[in-house]
């Protein structure tokens, strides 16, 4: 179990990963949350998870549903990083990479773009 950097600490990294979206991009997010949670129980390697419907694709249905979520996964992400600086580049990056598919840019445009 990956637990050498306290988890406050970790949440603040996600925090200072979400200050790095521009302002204008974020204020268009809309009805989403960030989470953080040790490791997705199906695949515990999984850095992070958007779950919902990509702003590029609601419609006048989509009224009135839960917010979309964006989980992080602090213990996938610490197993594969070795220090504090590490895990601040790899919480960025993930934290883009979901951000991203919130506007609905998909998998492989993100891998094309070095957001993989």
């Not at 949670?37 to 006048?60: F, H, I």
């Not at 883009?96 to 609905?104: C, I, L, M, N, T």
């Amino acid at each position: 179990m990956a637990t050498w950097l306290p988890a406050d600490r970790f949440d603040e990294l996600v925090a200072d990963a979400l200050d790095l979206i521009p302002g204008k991009l974020a204020e268009a997010m809309d009805n989403v949350v960030v989470l953080v949670e040790p490791r997705n129980p199906e695949n515990p390697e999984l850095l992070g998870l958007y779950e919902g419907v990509a702003l590029t694709m609601r419609d006048s249905h989509y009224s009135g549903m839960l917010p979309d979520r964006i989980t992080i996964y602090r213990d996938a992400l610490l197993d594969i990083c070795s220090d504090e600086q590490g895990v601040v580049e790899e919480v960025a990056v993930t934290v883009v990479h979901e951000v991203a598919h919130h506007f609905g840019i998909p998998e492989h445009r993100l891998h094309e773009l070095g957001w993989g």
